[in-house]
């Protein structure tokens, strides 16, 4: 076959072999879930209905896991994943205004994927980190008091 | 058999060990309110109504998943259990839209009946967006209607539909404000392997869950005055019916003009 193999065939070699271990074992879900999140970079539907069949967990329950946790998603994920801190502090000092360049310069609203995978950008309530605030990081590289016309240079950074 | 005895409103008791305080208090006519438990098919303590105060517990505990202990004190009807109640449902309605009078369950409804029987005059924290909207209802089934606005989450028919009709098409999605009982994928229920058996309607407490409302169609066919109107309660009408007028047992009837009814605004 010539189309081009976009798969981690070695990843996938071994979901193989979890699902084999966790045949008709429906305790096995969230591990199961969590290693095709790891090696898919999100829950395509059809491991969803594999999940579902080969562990003997109704899928309408898989997917009332896969929708209930924060570490699952549903949709591919960017390349670079960039969290913008909207707890308190950073609320106060500023960040609605940081959020609204970088939806702005990324052309998708929060909780989204860019069209060509290179950013996914989210929401998240305190990162511990308040003394700095507003924080923004970046494949977990953080930002310090970020202000809005600091993000085109920083989102350029990132291919 | 080994007993447990316990002083419920000041009345001793000695019930079956591993009996919940619920039970208990049954077994002396205390009534103790409940939304989401269903003797034998859902007991997860989700919805906090049938709380009840236990000498020495640091707070007060869900009678419908606490089981009974040796000695046990319980107030069922304490000033600190019926403000958590009416707190507890006070919360609930502020997340529910309130038509009642025009809502299938009106005077047919746990919430409403409850909300009565605990003279619920106010609803301070009404949000200001409701968590689902009237495009959120799924009317794609010529059986079930499902209005996830009315919906108190206490999972009844998610757990009748997996535990007695072992389908399973519906579940508990997403968390917080955005929780909703569905089928997985955003699919309709008729893009599932619903049976349409109506188990899940039956139980729930709201009008979340209601059959299709055809009254409408039969007022109609009984003003045709071409129409010859019989009349047959379910299960299985369409065998029956097919039947009477002497089909193979077993076909299923069908008009000519049949097909499945349109989705309601
Ligand atoms: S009608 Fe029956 S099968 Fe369909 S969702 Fe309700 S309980 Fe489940
Ligand atoms: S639809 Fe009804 S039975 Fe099901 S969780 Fe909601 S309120 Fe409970
Ligand atoms: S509020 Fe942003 S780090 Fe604490
Ligand atoms: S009836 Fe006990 S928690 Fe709902």
Redesign the interface.
């Known amino acids: 076959m010539g189309a081009e193999c976009k798969c981690n065939c070695e990843q996938d070699k071994s979901l193989d072999a979890l699902f084999a271990q966790n045949k008709g074992n429906p305790n096995g879900l969230i591990v199961v879930m969590a290693a095709i999140q790891e090696s898919q970079g999100y829950l395509p539907k059809d491991y969803l209905v594999k999940t579902a069949e080969e562990l003997g967990v109704p899928l309408s329950d898989v997917y009332g896991v896969a929708t209930f946790y924060a570490a699952f998603s549903l949709r591919p994920r960017g390349r670079h994943s960039v969290n913008l801190c909207l707890g308190t502090a950073c609320y106060v000092k500023g960040a609605p205004e940081v959020q609204a360049m970088l939806e702005k310069e990324m052309g998708i609203k929060a909780g989204n994927t860019t069209e060509d995978r290179r950013f996914s950008l989210d929401l998240v309530r305190c990162l511990g980190a308040c003394g700095i605030a507003p924080v923004l990081t970046v494949n977990g590289e953080v930002y310090p008091r970020m202000s809005s016309d600091k993000v085109s240079e920083i989102i350029a950074k990132y291919e | 058999m080994a007993t447990v005895s316990l002083t419920i409103d000041n009345v001793k008791v000695e019930v079956e060990q591993g009996s919940t305080i619920l039970e208990a208090a049954k077994q002396i006519g205390v009534n103790i309110p409940t939304l989401c438990y269903m003797k034998d098919i859902n007991a997860i303590g989700a919805c906090r109504i049938c709380v009840v105060e236990v000498q020495g517990a640091r707070a007060l505990q869900a009678a419908c998943v606490s089981p009974v202990a040796e000695g046990m004190v319980v107030k069922t009807n304490s000033a600190a259990v019926r403000a958590s109640r009416k707190m507890t449902l006070e919360l609930i309605q502020s997340n529910h839209p309130q038509e009642c009078n025009t809502c299938q369950r009106n005077t047919n409804c746990e919430l409403q009946a409850l909300s009565e029987a605990m003279a619920l005059g106010d609803i301070r924290f009404v949000r200001p967006a409701q968590s689902h909207s009237k495009d959120d209802i799924d009317n794609s089934s010529p059986s079930i209607v499902r209005d996830p606005r009315k919906c108190i989450l206490c999972r009844r028919c998610v757990a009748v539909c997996?535990k007695v009709q072992g389908v399973?098409?519906?579940?508990?999605?997403?968390?917080g404000f955005e929780t909703v009982v569905a089928?997985?994928?955003n699919q309709s229920l008729n893009d599932?392997n619903c049976a349409m058996c109506g188990q899940c309607s039956l139980v729930c407490p709201t009008g979340a869950i209601v059959e299709v409302d055809d009254t409408g169609k039969v007022w109609r066919a009984l003003d045709d005055a071409n129409k010859h109107v019989v009349v047959q309660t379910a299960p299985a009408v369409r065998v029956a019916i097919a039947e009477e007028f002497g089909m193979e047992p077993g076909t299923l009837a069908q008009a000519s003009w049949w097909q499945p009814s349109p989705p309601r605004l």
């Open positions: 997996e399973k098409c519906i579940s508990t999605m997403n968390r089928p997985p994928f599932v």
